[in-house]
């Protein structure tokens, strides 16, 4: 059984950072698609990130140059490293493997206070 345990998440000050981790078990995510999205209170979720088999990674344009997706395959984990952090970035990040119909972690809580 495939589990994606995303952890990291918490409250931090506009301007602050945070490294969410998404862990994996039950299968091996090196050659996968990865992707990030969160979705906030009231709103649909929305993509964040992706990074490919090939290790070519996207960003919206709305973190372009404050978030960074990486994979350390050792672990078998991704991480998406958040700085400069807005009161917009507050939402539940969800971390996804190969696609809407793959595989979903259960969430973190990120709340940026202005």
């Known amino acids: 059984q495939v589990q994606l345990v995303e952890s990291g998440g918490g409250l931090v000050q506009a301007g602050g950072s945070l490294r969410l981790s998404c862990a994996a078990s039950?299968?091996?995510?090196?050659?996968?698609?990865i992707r990030w999205f969160r979705q906030a209170p009231g709103k649909e979720r929305e993509f964040v990130t992706a990074l490919s088999w090939s290790g070519i990674s996207t960003y919206a344009d709305s973190v372009k140059g404050r978030f960074t997706i990486s994979r350390d395959n050792r672990e078998n984990t991704v991480y998406l490293q958040m700085n400069s952090l807005k009161p917009e970035d507050t939402a539940v990040y969800y971390c996804n493997v190969n696609g809407v119909d793959g595989y979903w972690g259960q969430g973190t809580q990120v709340t940026v206070s202005s």
């Open positions: 039950g299968r091996i995510i090196s050659r996968d698609n």
